[in-house]
């Protein structure tokens, strides 16, 4: 049997510290939230591991992401209590229940009613009920609750996520990982007035999001 209490002290100290994870509000809250509650039945030994894991493999493939490069993104962004955050894919709610715990209001956005309730289940059972689970096309975002002073998209972009950079605040961040394989990057945008400024973060790869792939050209 696992400790999970274990576990979740070994991700911090072995995973987050040495990947330059460093603030103390953001360990405390991964330390906190059990990660075991966001992953399909059966699979929950594997929370742990640092890699991302399949939390949804029905019509949408959803992954949690591993702790290092989530940790890092969250962190990135700098959420400040009581912001307004949208987590994008969120899955099973894992990310949406970090971002409560740092004290946001957030969204998760699902296109899938069935993850959606799975989502509500996880984080009910984890005691971030009060975040807000919707539904609806990834790449559209939520305009109900917008504008966002955060939003994390939980994998991987070809593009630049435009209707979601426009339901930041003015100020507000969003991150993401662009690109694929070598090219892949944590990527950080901030909102200024209507500019986005856009900074590449560290080397990192995640599972790419279908609403997100650029289509091939057509070639002659």
Same mark, same amino acid.
């Given at each position: 049997?696992?400790?999970?209490? #274990?576990?979740?002290?070994?991700?911090?100290?072995?995973?987050?510290?040495?990947?330059?994870?460093?603030?103390?509000?953001? /360990?405390?809250?991964?330390?906190?939230?059990?990660?075991?509650?966001?992953?399909?039945?059966?699979?929950?030994?594997?929370?742990?591991?640092?890699?991302?894991?399949?939390?949804?493999?029905?019509?949408?493939?959803?992954?949690?992401?591993?702790?290092?490069?989530?940790?890092?993104?969250? #962190?990135?962004?700098?959420?400040?209590?009581?912001?307004?955050?949208? *987590?994008?894919?969120?899955?099973?709610?894992?990310?949406?229940?970090?971002?409560?715990?740092?004290?946001?209001?957030?969204?998760?956005?699902?296109?899938?009613?069935?993850?959606?309730?799975?989502?509500? $289940?996880?984080?009910?059972?984890?005691?971030?009920?009060?975040?807000?689970?919707?539904?609806?096309?990834? *790449?559209?975002?939520?305009?109900?609750?917008?504008?966002?002073?955060?939003?994390?998209?939980?994998?991987?972009?070809?593009?630049?996520?435009?209707? /979601? /950079?426009? #339901?930041?605040? *003015?100020?507000?961040?969003?991150?993401?990982?662009?690109?694929?394989?070598?090219?892949?990057?944590?990527?950080?945008?901030?909102?200024?007035?209507?500019?986005?400024?856009? $900074?590449?973060?560290?080397?990192?790869?995640?599972? /790419?999001?279908?609403?997100?792939?650029?289509?091939?050209?057509?070639?002659?």
């Amino acid at each position: 049997m696992v400790d999970f209490s #274990q576990a979740r002290r070994m991700m911090v100290d072995s995973q987050l510290r040495t990947f330059d994870v460093n603030d103390i509000p953001l /360990l405390d809250a991964m330390g906190s939230v059990a990660r075991e509650k966001f992953v399909l039945p059966g699979r929950e030994e594997l929370a742990y591991i640092d890699q991302d894991i399949l939390v949804g493999d029905g019509p949408a493939r959803r992954f949690m992401l591993s702790p290092m490069n989530l940790g890092r993104m969250i #962190q990135a962004l700098g959420v400040e209590r009581g912001e307004k955050a949208l *987590d994008v894919a969120a899955g099973r709610g894992y990310a949406s229940a970090v971002l409560h715990e740092l004290g946001a209001q957030v969204t998760a956005l699902e296109s899938d009613e069935a993850l959606a309730a799975e989502a509500r $289940r996880s984080l009910a059972a984890a005691g971030a009920g009060s975040v807000q689970v919707v539904t609806g096309a990834l *790449d559209e975002g939520h305009a109900g609750n917008a504008p966002y002073d955060v939003i994390v998209i939980n994998g991987a972009v070809d593009l630049r996520p435009e209707a /979601l /950079l426009r #339901q930041l605040a *003015d100020g507000g961040r969003l991150v993401c990982v662009k690109g694929r394989g070598r090219a892949a990057r944590a990527t950080l945008y901030v909102r200024s007035g209507d500019a986005f400024g856009e $900074r590449a973060l560290f080397d990192a790869a995640a599972p /790419l999001l279908a609403p997100f792939v650029q289509e091939p050209g057509f070639t002659f």
